[in-house]
């Protein structure tokens, strides 16, 4: 916010419709993580005081996407709401061919159906998990190579999204140009923190793909905070509009894959935007198969209306500003109660190294779990782990964890204030208290792809 000259930054929206909360007793809530085999993507959201599970789908409309809703043409086919999304979308991107989907993963699934396959590799500054496992049942493989400091939790460099360029041009020599389809910038990265990438990094990136002929996408589901927190710490960028910022960054891409139920502060919708003719053809008719005709894509015609208005709405400079300063303020406050975070915090979320919180439970008794499911217990509070039971694998009956044992509290977009984020601090601080008490769990069921979605566990009996 340039002109806001006060200390305490306020939410930037005044509230017009209330939904309330849904309180429990720490025996009901016992009673709902047993039903749900402490996996808290299985409880009922009526039984979650605050839902930071993911800031995906949950955001707030505002008045004015309400009332795009109204004006929501159905037409099955050259309805005017999708020329209406067409047109946001292509002043956003710069792309000549754009493909409404019902959200970010159809994007990918249809991408991947014709440009994945065994023998091919895709490279990413990191996959988000959807991504990843699209690309391998393809038959494809996907590899990350974030820079180094992305793993260093304590780090505080500003630009932990950035993909290695070294890494990146030795991929590309080891795999070979004409093997890897696409590079992917996941702007912001989500796997690792919600930090974002530098314009530098990208721009960067994009001359070594034109120098092996690789298209570069974005999986842009969080452009808007990307393009901020550029504006925040890329100095070059501090007085050019986020807007200018953004178009920058598409810019340098052939292509973009977005889950609309983020950046565009909608509940569903998606979108493959694209620049080759002949992927487009292909992707279209992919689309017809499993999502419907290529003006409406999944959705309906109102649905593209709120993501139009939704991709204006999310460039507001105010709204970022708040944005950006909420997650930092429950990062603060995990800090001062001895919560260890990945730092900085990045766009959506805050990260705790579980592995640090809880180094007394092993990565094979999933340590985030553990803390997903106390925070659940304690507070009502749901969390999602980022951590051996997301990534961890079994190879030959040997357990493999992941490289972080981390636990996302994903903010959902203009839906709690300060309040609710200060009691999120406050169980924290109990939590710190007693943390040594907390035990780890074991899989009971588990499953090949997405595991955390559907994995079923048991606490472990004694310490
Ligand atoms: C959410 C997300 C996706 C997948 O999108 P869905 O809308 O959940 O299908 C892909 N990439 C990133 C970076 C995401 O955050």
Known sequence: MTSWPWETIIEPFKIKSVEPLGFTTREEREDALRAAGFNVFHVRADKVL???????????????????????????????????????????????????????????????????????????????????????????????????????????????????????????QEYGAKNIPLVILTVTNNSLGGQPVSMRNIRDTAKICLQYRIPLFLDCARFAENAYLIKNREAVYAKKPVREIAQEMFSYAQGCMMSAKKDALVNIGGFLALNDLDWAKQARQELILGEGFPTYGGLAGRDLEAMARGLEEVLDEEYLHYRIRSVEYLGDGLMEAGVPIIRPTGGHGVYVDAKRFLSHIPPEQYPGQALVCELYLAGGIRAVEIGSLMFGRRVNGRFEPAKMELVRLAMPRRVYTQSHIDFVIEVFRDLAQRKDSIRGLRLVEGFEHLNHFMAKLAPLSTA
């Open 50 to 172: 605050i839902d930071l599970l993911t800031d995906s789908g949950t955001s707030a409309m505002s008045a004015e996407q309400w009332a795009a809703i109204m004006r929501g043409d159905e037409s099955y086919a050259g309805a005017r709401s999708f020329y209406v999304f067409e047109k946001a979308v292509k002043d956003l991107t710069g792309m000549r061919e754009v493909i409404p989907v019902h959200q970010g993963r159809a994007a990918e699934r249809i991408l991947f159906s014709f440009l994945g396959g065994a023998g091919k590799t895709v490279l990413a500054n990191a996959h988000f998990d959807t991504t990843r496992a699209n690309i391998e049942v393809s038959g494809a493989q996907a590899v990350d190579l974030p820079v180094p400091e992305a793993w260093d939790f304590e780090n505080p460099s500003p630009f932990k999204g950035d993909i290695d360029l070294r890494r990146l041009e030795s991929a590309i």
